[in-house]
């Protein structure tokens, strides 16, 4: 009965909209793109192999320590920040390529858990400048070229459920405009990690015998 009852109401839910949709285009090429996807410094457009994981919070509000200035490493605390925030990922893009400086076009991104269905919300865009199939891959991975940076903005969605011919996409360009150039910095390499990790741990076993 229980299953029965669990079922009944789920189909409801599905019903009445209560599980949200919205669509986005992740696509700056628009004429009225002010920013785009840079490597060393704002302005300077990358042009090659990229990827990018797409994240979504169902919220306009987030925490600051995401959007910081590009500096070496920042891109690292800056996902920390983000994936403690309660962000959720949507898609990952690897092995992307980029035909245009700084333009990033890959497409509609359908998002079946934006609540409520077509609202405003918040996206985070995590790049890297190889072909690595994730953001923890390219940790994992990472060598003196290696590049990454994250941005994150507020974004009206489109419900892609709505009745009636399927409506255009959101372009992320509306919540882009209002940042700056997504900046891919040097992130620290897997040795540097290590020997954090091993300079932390003396630091505790000096306390201890202190």
Not at 21 to 49: F, H, K, M, R
Not at 173 to 191: A, F, H, I, R
Not at 192 to 197: C, D, I, P, R, V
């Amino acid at each position: 009965m229980k299953k029965l009852v669990i079922t009944c109401a789920a189909s409801l839910a599905l019903a009445l909209g209560v599980y949200g949709q919205g669509s986005v285009a992740i696509d700056n090429s628009s004429p009225s793109a002010d920013y785009g996807l840079a490597i060393g410094a704002a302005g300077t457009y990358y042009t090659g192999t990229y990827g990018l994981e797409v994240w979504e919070l169902n919220s306009t509000t987030f925490p600051a320590g995401i959007n910081v200035s590009p500096t070496a490493g920042y891109a690292v605390a800056a996902y920390m920040a983000m994936t403690g925030a309660g962000f959720t990922l949507e898609k990952t893009y690897a092995g992307a390529n980029m035909s245009l400086p700084g333009v990033i076009q890959l497409g509609e991104l359908d998002m079946a858990n934006v609540t409520p269905a077509g609202s405003t919300v918040t996206l985070a865009l995590a790049a890297w400048n190889n072909s690595a199939a994730s953001w923890s891959a390219m940790l994992a991975t990472a060598g003196a070229n290696t590049r990454a940076g994250i941005i994150a903005f507020n974004n009206p969605t489109v419900n892609y459920q709505a009745p009636g011919p399927p409506p255009t996409p959101a372009s992320i360009v509306g919540g882009w405009n209002t940042l700056g150039d997504l900046v891919m910095m040097p992130v620290p390499e897997p040795g540097t990690f290590a020997l954090a990790g091993l300079g932390a741990a003396a630091l505790l076993i000096f306390r201890r015998r202190k």
